[in-house]
């Protein structure tokens, strides 16, 4: 679903995700040196937890601007898993 461009496609895709958290991997994974200006890429999860919904959004970077993001939302639930030490 295009959503614009700019600063009006951002503001739209914030708007439309409704997000009250969100969550992204470490970069402690990654091998050698980053150069802030190279293309480059991270996925960010937005959750509305209150309607149980997530967007996973792939953001992309050149010369440390974003220059596109593009993702899907689909439904989550979340729950407690029991104790590894309970018996």
């Known amino acids: 679903m295009p959503l614009g461009e700019g600063v009006s496609g951002a503001k739209a895709m914030a708007q439309r ?7 992204y991997l470490g970069w402690d994974h990654m091998v ?3 150069n802030g200006c190279d293309k480059g890429e991270v996925d960010i999860d937005f959750n509305d937890s209150a309607n149980g919904i997530i967007s996973k959004v792939t953001f992309t970077f050149e ?3 974003v220059v596109r993001a ?8 979340t729950g407690s898993l029991p104790s590894p030490n309970v018996r």
Not at 17 to 23: E, F, G, L, P, V
Not at 70 to 77: E, V, Y
Request: charged share 20%; no cysteine; proline share 5%.
């Open 70 to 77: 593009q993702g899907w939302q689909r439904s989550f639930q």
């Open 32 to 34: 050698g040196p980053a």
């Open 17 to 23: 995700m409704n997000a009250d958290q969100y969550r």
């Open 63 to 65: 010369n440390g601007r």
